[in-house]
């Protein structure tokens, strides 16, 4: 992948492998996530009855979804569809930041060479797929989804 963020790219790379594929090995990383994640008591409630096998294949989906967002500058197919399952399941905007953090201290943990300006980099790559995420909460409206377990 070739990004205007190389310090993101450089980060993803040691985590994940070069390349935008993640293979298996990468299932720790989101493995360790969602332990963080689900540390929140208002978003284990979330996953109770959640698949986490499946949730880590969704949220290695959501993150490409996030990454492609900030490469092409405007919103897939995918990420609509992202934002209108966070929607209809009544995800409040608040559980993007949870989400954030458990995924910058996860990248932090398995990125020996994370620095604040990795972080920096990490945020500027997701913010805006985030924001756009937040933004699609906010509207009326609903649309029919698939695969409805949030990421």
Known sequence: ????????????ARIFGHGISMDESADDF???FYDR?????DIAVLFAE???SRQVAMLKK??????????????????DRLA???KRLGIAP??????MQALIDTAQEYDD???EATCLAWCWALAPGIAYMRLMLGKRGSAEVSDADPA
């Open 1 to 12: 992948m070739t990004l205007p963020n190389p310090r993101f790219e450089e980060s993803y």
């Open 30 to 32: 989101f493995r360790t």
């Open 50 to 52: 959640t698949d986490l």
């Open 113 to 115: 060479q994370f620095d």
């Open 84 to 86: 209108m399952v966070h």
């Open 37 to 41: 994640f689900l540390e929140d008591p």
């Open 94 to 99: 608040e559980a993007f930041d949870v989400w």
């Open 62 to 79: 959501s993150l490409f979804t996030l990454v492609s967002y900030y490469v092409l500058g405007e919103p897939t197919a995918e990420l």
